[in-house]
């Protein structure tokens, strides 16, 4: 997709985790005024997901929320979303009788921390009712104490991934001093009333009306009152808690207008939608390994120089000791850049750090390989380590979520042709890093 | 993106226009009613596609009319929508006037040729109008004389490129007998009215409303009469064309529930969505051309079956001659499958002929060489011809916007191999078709 300018966004995730990594993009709308420090809520919060939808918009035989895109269904990015947000203490996810055993797989295998499954009710009401009962009794499934009962109950949607901390602090106080507060967004469309013959009767003035959308917040008092008092049809037909809280408990909910990050996903196109925000977070940085030789940290200069233009950030590093094992922990591609000769040992030491470091759990990651050949000689097998050796490397790398591709830089003393071929280098290597395939995984590109 | 099962749909190309090709997707919510024969309108319709906006949402300076994926700007895929439709006249372009040589650009180069360009107003309504204005002088803007004054104008967005003959239809039936027509669509969120603090005071029922949605369409009389009736401050302020025509003309429009396929494209993550439906169209079908040689038929039909779990349909042919130059002119990919030896001389024949068909105006189109090699050898460079001769053949293409990779081969006697082997090629081939990376363009990949 070509769209410029793009602005950067600042890499939004946060150093304290380092068990339990993930970059997670910061709004379309720009970066996040987030500051961690001063807004950190002193009160318990926690969120019910209500993840019992049926999926039937997007087209798709499989419910939404478990659609999975990089590798990673839809409902775990959206916990990520919550889970990183340090004053959350407990996530009830209501899912389908049908759907528990899924739910188990995707918590163990993400090491998702703060999440209990909670059976899902016929209605939407009745699912995110039995999540709040669930946070009210202080204990698990299995009888098990969990965390003090909330202040403020968060009620979100599995399908609404890109919730920033930022939105649900905003969200969380307003609910704890009114009672009751809810996202909104101005009408995308005009809303037109119609007859009962399909005419248009008259169309609303813009102005005055919003979209009620997600996070919505409610004080548990507020909320439990709200599903302890509201009728059978309301359980059934109703959709909107906010309505519920005005209805039973006399509360005027705050309404605080939300990013567009907020959007549910509906149908198919927003699933490609949304593996695009995340691919394009995932791509930001890389980190080029020269090994310190000189020619190595030449190049390294001249691609950081040729991926400026692409909108990729580039760090040079001689080696991950010290320091730079930071890199290890946050989120960067690497390119490791070898000279003439075998770079296996090295390559398979920086595998193992990486998956020492448990960098892999969320999304794939991608290193690449840059052979530089200081050799005349033209002949492919003569300039690197064995191909057959690194698509073993390659193939064992990705069971474990490591995508490893290989790209042969043949040095040159014409300058022209240098420059052609470490810009190929460049291009190459961000379309690796942005497509992230793993169809072309141990692949060993020309530049 | 990993979604099990996809619906295969209807390649929805028009064969009666060889020309000017251009797959165009079938809608996500299933295939097409559309049957051309009993559908078409007999009476004149043109077309008024307001493209002003400023594309503030999208987070983008280019407007979003203008913003490219696949090497084409949105408003030239909604351009071709309503072209293909062989009883729409003309289309009436609205652009402000600094971008009427970009516009005047995108026509030339991706030949649009029932397009005239029109400046636009200070507002929506404004640019509207002007666009029905300049369908009732007949004339286009250097003073030439143009088609009959439509008796129906469909006015649409620039920015909702997946519009079908099936709904322009109906549209264009209602608007000739009602004098208005819709359309709408279910309202995705609760409609929430606000006081003046910013707290909820009600919520609408959500279903007594619907959200108004484009394309919509008048008759010529009804429009103009809108128009000309119409106060400044409707011009300035307005957003509803239906609302004039009920306003200044009485008329009631029918309101007809569309696909959701009419979404707009507001976000920069919408057009991720429209690039990824776009890559999904292009991607259902690829045509192997084996020579005829035995070995090569084999490969075809180990492929046929690898790739029907890939969701791809596979045709295999021994050559583009006769009956078979069909190929050329309607949407397929090519899978070029060579034995030992050079292939280069056949794969130029193939390039030329697919330039002469016009294949590659709209959409870059994926050709793909897969050497068979049935030598012992291990060695790349004896397999195939020489590496840097299929580089320069790629680049050459790539500036046709034909995008060529390369994919070796090793036969084998073990079955095992062979088939891992197989489903490998079948893997990466689509992995290309799919993914359309200019970046890997020449590459040379290893099954």
Chains 1, 2 share one sequence.
Not at 7 to 13: G, L, V
Not at 76 to 88: G, K, P
Not at 127 to 138: E, H, Q, R, T
Not at 167 to 184: C, D, P, S, T, V
Request: charged share 20%; glycine share 6%; with cysteine.
């Amino acid at each position: 997709m070509e769209m410029n300018p793009i602005n950067k966004q600042s890499d939004d995730c946060d150093p304290d985790r380092p068990a339990h990594p993930g970059v997670f993009p910061s709004g379309e709308a720009g970066k996040s005024e987030r500051n961690p420090a001063e807004r950190r809520v002193d009160f318990p919060v926690s969120v019910v997901l209500p993840a019992g939808g049926t999926g039937e918009r997007t087209g798709l035989q499989t419910p939404k929320q478990f659609c999975s895109f990089l590798g990673r269904q839809l409902i775990s990015y959206t916990i990520q979303a919550f889970e990183r947000v340090s004053w959350i203490q407990t996530i009830v996810v209501v899912v389908a009788k049908e759907n528990t055993d899924l739910m188990t797989d995707i918590i163990q295998r993400f090491q998702h921390r703060k999440v209990r499954v909670v059976p899902g009710g016929s209605t939407r009401h009745r699912s995110i009712c039995n999540g709040v009962l669930a946070l009210g009794s202080g204990q698990d499934e299995e009888g098990g104490s969990t965390a003090e009962r909330p202040k403020v109950v968060i009620i979100h949607d599995a399908v609404r991934p890109f919730v920033e901390e930022d939105f649900l602090y905003k969200i969380a106080m307003a609910a704890k001093e009114q009672g009751a507060a809810g996202a909104i967004r101005p009408l995308v469309s005009t809303v037109i009333a119609t007859t009962s013959e399909g005419y248009l009767d008259h169309s609303l003035e813009r102005a005055k009306y919003r979209a009620s959308e997600m996070p919505q917040g409610f004080t548990y008092d507020v909320i439990h009152q709200a599903y302890q008092s509201c009728t059978e049809s309301d359980f059934e037909f109703g959709t909107e808690c906010l309505h519920l809280a005005l209805q039973y408990c006399g509360t005027n909910a705050k309404l605080i207008e939300g990013p567009p990050t907020l959007w549910k996903v509906t149908y198919k196109r927003d699933l490609a939608a949304a593996e695009s925000i995340i691919k394009e977070a995932l791509s930001r940085t890389a980190c080029v390994i020269t090994g310190g030789s000189a020619q190595a940290v030449t190049l390294a200069e001249a691609l950081q120089k040729a991926v400026g233009a692409l909108e990729m950030e580039l760090d040079a590093i001689p080696d991950l000791m010290g320091d730079n094992a930071r890199y290890l922990v946050t989120e960067w591609n690497f390119i490791h850049v070898s000279i003439s000769g075998s770079c296996l040992s090295e390559v398979e030491a920086l595998l193992t750090a990486l998956e020492a470091a448990n960098r892999a759990i969320l999304h794939p990651l991608v290193v690449i390989l840059v052979h530089l050949s200081t050799s005349d000689e033209l002949s492919i097998s003569g300039r690197m380590a064995e191909p057959a050796a690194i698509t073993d490397l390659a193939s064992a790398a990705k069971l474990r979520n490591i995508f490893v591709y290989g790209v042969l830089l043949q040095q040159s003393k014409d300058t022209d042709c240098w420059e052609r071929s470490v810009l190929r280098v460049a291009e190459i290597t961000s379309a690796l890093i942005r497509e992230r395939s793993s169809a072309l995984v141990g692949q060993l590109l020309q530049a």
